[in-house]
Nanobody, 124 residues
Framework: QVQLVESGGGLVQAGGSLRLSCAAS????????MAWFRQAPGKERESVAT????????YYTDSVKGRFTISRDNAKNAVNLQMNSLKPEDTAVYYC?????????????????WGQGTQVTVSS
């Protein structure tokens, strides 16, 4: 069982930066694929970034490549999302998620554990 708690959301102007953090409980944290998803009003939840192992493999959706960086600290049971050069279209509720599926899961139905979400709003 894994419990996830996100923090770090907020309001920022376009071009600014935010850092999201996700604190995880559970002794087997290092075994999980960890990801950040987001969901904007009226849109489906989408994968933003995924990390496997000790930052061994990462995945980013095309719209955030070069701007966002996902990282994990297995010793602290934490996964972070550094978001730079933010755009109004990045506005959404961001969710931390954990999966025991091998490989590089990127679909929401591959993740069994979810945080409560944190709001990110980027003003133009």
């Amino acid at each position: 069982q894994v419990q996830l708690v996100e923090s770090g959301g907020g309001l920022v102007q376009a071009g600014g930066s935010l850092r999201l953090s996700c604190a995880a409980s559970g002794r087997t944290f290092s075994y999980y694929a960890m990801a950040w998803f987001r969901q904007a009003p009226g849109k489906e939840r989408e994968s933003v970034a995924t990390v496997i192992g000790s930052n061994e493999r990462t995945y980013y959706t095309d719209s955030v490549k070069g701007r966002f960086t996902i990282s994990r600290d297995n010793a602290k049971n934490a996964v972070n999302l550094q978001m730079n050069s933010l755009k109004p279209e990045d506005t959404a509720v961001y969710y931390c998620a954990a999966s025991m599926i091998r490989g590089l899961p990127t679909k929401s139905n591959e993740y069994a554990y979810w945080g409560q979400g944190t709001q990110v709003t980027v003003s133009s």
